[in-house]
Each structure stands twice: as C-alpha cells, then as structure tokens.
C-alpha cells in the first residue's frame, strides 16, 4: 500500500530532528569533553571528575568515551576502578571524601590542587603519585639514590606509613614498618645518597649495611629520628671482613633506644663516618670491634638520658684486630653513663670535644695506646671512687690542653708507661681527691705544664698509691700553687723520678748572703714544700770548722762548729745555701 504524501513528509521531518537531536548531543558531548579535556596532563589516559548530580566519571583518553563500570556514586569505587586499569590518571577537583585508594605499580596519579578526601591503603612499587594530601604528608623525591619519607600529618593514610622514593619519583615500600623501608634501600646495589625526610621513624628490627659506598643522610640531628622500639639487639649494623673500606657515611639524625641494646656497632668496618648524630638512650651507643680504622665521628653527641647506660663508645679487640687510627672530632660523649670512652684501642684522636660520665671513669682504659686526647673537657662523677680517667693500662698517649673537672678521688690513675700529661687544668671539686694518683707500672711519664688544683691544703696534687713502686717519672714546671703542700707517698722509688720547678711545690731553692743568728747558728726559711733532703752552704770563714744542718718544714738551721782555738767573728754570712727537697 502507498504511503500518502502528507505522512511520508510527516515522517521526514520526524527523522530530521531526530538527526538534529543527535548532532546536538554529539555536540554537546563535544563540548563536554572539550572542556574535560583543558588543561589535561599531556600522557594522562583516564580522567576522573566529579558531576553536579554527586557522581564521578571516568573518561578514557584514547576515544573519549565514558568507562560505565567506573562511573558511580562512589568515590572510592570510581578511583580504584580508574587506577586499577594502569597508566596515568588525572583527578579532577572535587571532594573524594571516602576514597581509599590501592595504587598498582604501573599506575600515575595526577591530581588538582582542588582535591580533597583522599586517602591511601596500599601503594606498590614502582607508583607515582602527585597528589594534595599525599603530597602534605610524603611529599616527593629530594635527593639522592633514594629519598625516606613518613606521614608528617594524618591526612592521607589512617595508620603511620613509610616509604621511599626513587630518583624519579617513584615509591619504593609504601609500609608501616620502618626497618623494611631502610634495610630495603640500603640492600639495593645502587650507590649514593640516601635522603631522609623530618620526621620519626620506628624501628623495630636491626638495620644492616650490605652495601659499601653508602650515605644515610638525615634533614638535621633535631628533625630526623630513628627510634629503636626493641629493648635488646642492634639498631645500625655495619660488618665486614677485616681490610674492608666500607666508605659509610651517616648524617644529620639521631638515632634512639629504649634504654637497652647497641646503637650502631661496627665490626671490622673502615671508613665509617659519622657527622652531626645523636644516638642516646642505648646501653652501648657505639660499639667498635676489631680491625676499624679510618673511623671518623665528628660534631656528634653520643650518651644516654638514664642510669641504665654502661658504656657511650666502646672498643674491643676481635679477631686479634685493635680498632686504630679513630678520629673524634667536636663531640659529646657520655652523659647520664658509666664510662665515657672504655675498652682496647690504638691511635684515638680525640679533639675539641667532651667527655662526661656521671657514674664512673669518663675514659677507662683496657688498652689505650698512642692516642691523643686535646683542647677538651673531661668531667665526672658522683662517683668518689672512681678515677675521672683510668690509664692502669696502655701507654705513649697523650693528653693535653684539656679541662679536668671531677668530685673524684683523682683525675687520673696513672699505671703505664710513657704518657704525656701537659698543659692542663685539672680541677678536683669535692670532699676529697688529688690530680694524679700513680700506681706500680706509672713509668717513663711526662707531667708538665699542668694547673692542679685541689679542695683542702692537704690534698696533693701528685701522690702515689700507697704500696705502690712508681718510678722514672717526670713532674715539671707544674702549677700546684691551689693545691694541697704535700706530695701523698713516695713518687721517687727506686730515686728516679725529677720533680721541679713547680709553682706552689718548690723542691729546690737556692738563698744568698744570710747572716749568723746567734755566735754560732744559722736560722732560715728555706721555702721548700716540705723539710729538705739535703742542704749546701758556703760561708765567708776561713778554714777551721765544721758545720751541721737540721729542719723543719719551714726552717734550716745551721750549726757551726769552730776548730780548737779558732774565734767566729761577731758577724758572718751563709754566702749561698742551695737547699733541696726530694720527696
């Protein structure tokens, strides 16, 4: 049957605006996608963007077409069905309150400034996110091999998470457990720096060094904390077999304890430097063993804050290796401790720094050998019967231009040979206490140069342990004029040791032109610290008699004796009296 006229034009103009329907939709939709797409990441593949009705969409960038399954009403589904399809996804302004987002390692994340409510349950390796509240809480790549980094806020994660980033931005372990994050860089065979971000990292597990060629560098000693949770063990692990350079360097942070374990130890690792560190709170801070060498700490501070500290820096012998050749440099050691500095070591250079102990010996030597410790302060204790340091082992080191500040029984206990203690101020404050206490074995050491001072006029300076054979020593030029008058016990056994020219402790003293008291006696202050051991005279007499002498600690008096029918003049002199006191 044929169709009539009218409704055949009917039917056209029908289809005609259908068509116009659809051309202006696709223009529309045109337009939408126009305006979608401004500004859009040049390599972006999905778009996600939130609509006026509370939905987001997601747009694929290869046909601009809306991906259904990812477009809902869920923040959280939309962006984890968008990400989850890989590549690179641009967020849209919005509110994405809800979004828990799991990153796959193949996807990018690029978001406007104007998103909000996102938050983070997973992220894995090798994802890249540029995002406003990760970026406030993580931040990005800085420096560096790889650059560590945790929450500095709450905003993007519900728990505490660590991560890393490489040197393009990408993560590396996005966990909550610190002591992967760090163990996982410092395993990679990939040389330099390792930047760590402000903030507190804890950690649970010791941290090894496998790697030489290596830097830890932290954002500053007051910004960067690595807190070690366990109560045993070892944070900072670094081993090697001997003659190894490690060419380790950590900076910049400070590393704690929970009153127990070792901080960092070394074993057999040269070339380990340490700069502006912090490591507290540790039974051990440092532990050196065996064959270190080239060992550098410099401007660090290395103690505790609680009596349950032993010792701040150890050095042990293994293996039948002596740590050597140790430099430490503007750092404090050992407050809050019971040694300072203890154990077996050679060639210690200890400079500019400080040294406290509050429970016993600030340096207690086992084997301290050709060391130097200068233009330093050494304090300590409470501890009365403790020696500030303990030298009864070891020789040929060196201590000079230092400040000594103790409430101790000595400053020093010196037992071995060939030590050189010149040009300091030792201070003993306290109920009592002497300089330099000498033991059997102190031989061959030079004393010289000092300042003592001591708290009672009967506190010696020097003395010797009672029972004890020191020997072959020298004490010179000395100023023990705030010191007690008396050297304790016999410092010249075996009658080897030169004591002299010591300000406050004269043992030798020469007096010209002395006039007869009586016919036949001389009295005279003979200015020595104690009644001398021999005395010489001259007279202005003629031959014809002899001549005694006695004392007292204050007073020479000399008795003449004439020969027989020989008459003493009326007045006479002593021309020269050298008087000498040897204790």
């Given amino acids: 049957m044929k169709m009539p006229k009218s409704a055949s034009k009917l039917l056209s103009v029908i289809l005609f605006v259908l068509l116009l329907a659809s051309l202006l939709v696709s223009y529309i939709n045109y337009q939408n996608y126009n305006i979608i797409l401004q500004n859009l990441v040049t390599n972006a593949n999905y778009i996600v963007t939130p609509t006026n009705k509370g939905s987001y969409q997601v747009f694929s960038r290869a046909d ?66 540029d995002e ?68 507190i990292y804890d950690v649970s597990k010791t941290i090894d060094f496998p790697v030489d060629d290596k830097s830890l560098i932290g954002a500053g000693k007051e910004a960067t904390l690595l807190y070690y ?45 340490l700069e502006n560190v912090i490591i507290d709170r540790f039974r051990t801070g440092v ?45 404090d050691i050992g407050y809050n401790s019971v040694y300072g500095i203890i154990g077996t070591v050679n060639a210690l250079w200890f400079h500019n720094s400080y040294i406290e102990s509050t429970l016993s010996s600030a340096i207690f030597s086992t084997a301290i050998t050709n060391s130097v410790f200068e233009s330093s302060t050494i304090t300590g204790s409470t501890n009365g019967n403790a020696p500030l340091v303990s030298l009864l082992n070891g020789q040929n080191n060196t201590f000079s231009n230092n400040y000594f500040y103790t409430a101790n029984v000595a400053a020093f206990a010196l037992g071995s040979a060939h030590n050189h203690i010149n040009d300091n101020n030792i201070i003993i404050d306290g109920a009592h206490g002497t300089g330099v206490l000498m033991f059997t074995g102190a031989t061959y050491n030079i004393i010289t140069g000092n300042t003592i001072s001591t708290p009672e006029a009967y506190f010696a300076p020097i003395s010797q342990q009672p029972t004890n054979t020191p020997d072959y020593n020298i004490v010179k030029n000395n100023d023990f004029s705030q010191s007690g008058k008396y050297l304790m016990g016999n410092l010249n056994v075996g009658g080897h040791t030169q004591i002299s020219g010591n300000l406050g402790f004269v043992t030798e003293n020469t007096i010209l032109n002395i006039a007869n008291t009586t016919e036949t006696t001389f009295v005279f202050n003979h200015g020595l610290a104690d009644k001398p051991t021999s005395v010489q005279c001259s007279f202005d007499l003629a031959v014809g008699y002899t001549w005694t002498w006695s004392s007292t600690t204050n007073q020479v008096m000399v008795t003449i004796t004439p020969n027989t029918n020989v008459t003493l003049p009326a007045t006479y002199h002593i021309l020269s009296a050298y008087v000498q006191f040897t204790p």
């Fill in 287 to 331: 532990n050196i063993k065996g064959n270190c060498y080239v060992d550098k700490f410099i401007s660090c501070t290395i103690g505790g804050t609680d009596t349950n500290n032993a010792n701040n820096l150890e050095f042990d012998e293994m293996d039948g290796y002596i740590p050597s050749t140790i430099e430490i440099d503007v750092t």
């Fill in 132 to 199: 406003p509240a990760f970026n406030a809480a993580f931040g990005a790549y800085d420096s560096g091999s790889f650059t560590i980094a945790t929450n500095a806020n709450n905003t993007a994660t519900d728990a505490k998470f660590y991560l890393a980033f490489k040197s393009d931005n990408s993560i590396y372990w996005f966990t909550t457990d610190a002591s992967t994050v760090f163990q996982s860089v410092l395993n990679d065979s990939t040389q330099g720096d390792i930047h760590i971000k402000p903030g």
């Fill in 229 to 273: 949770n366990a109560p045993l063990g070892v944070m900072f692990n670094i081993t090697r077999t001997p003659g190894s350079d490690t060419a380790i360097y950590i900076e910049n942070l400070a590393v704690r304890g929970d009153y127990g374990g070792t901080g960092i130890l070394l074993q057999h690792a040269a070339g380990v430097h």
């Fill in 64 to 129: 601009f077409s809306i991906i259904p399954s990812a477009t809902t009403n869920s923040a959280n589904t939309s962006l984890n069905t968008a990400i989850a399809l890989g590549g690179t996804i641009e967020i849209r302004a919005g509110n994405y309150t809800g979004a828990q987002l799991i990153v796959p390692g193949n996807a990018t994340i690029v978001a406007e400034s104007g998103v909000t409510g996102i938050k983070y349950e997973s992220i894995a390796n090798g994802a890249k996110i």
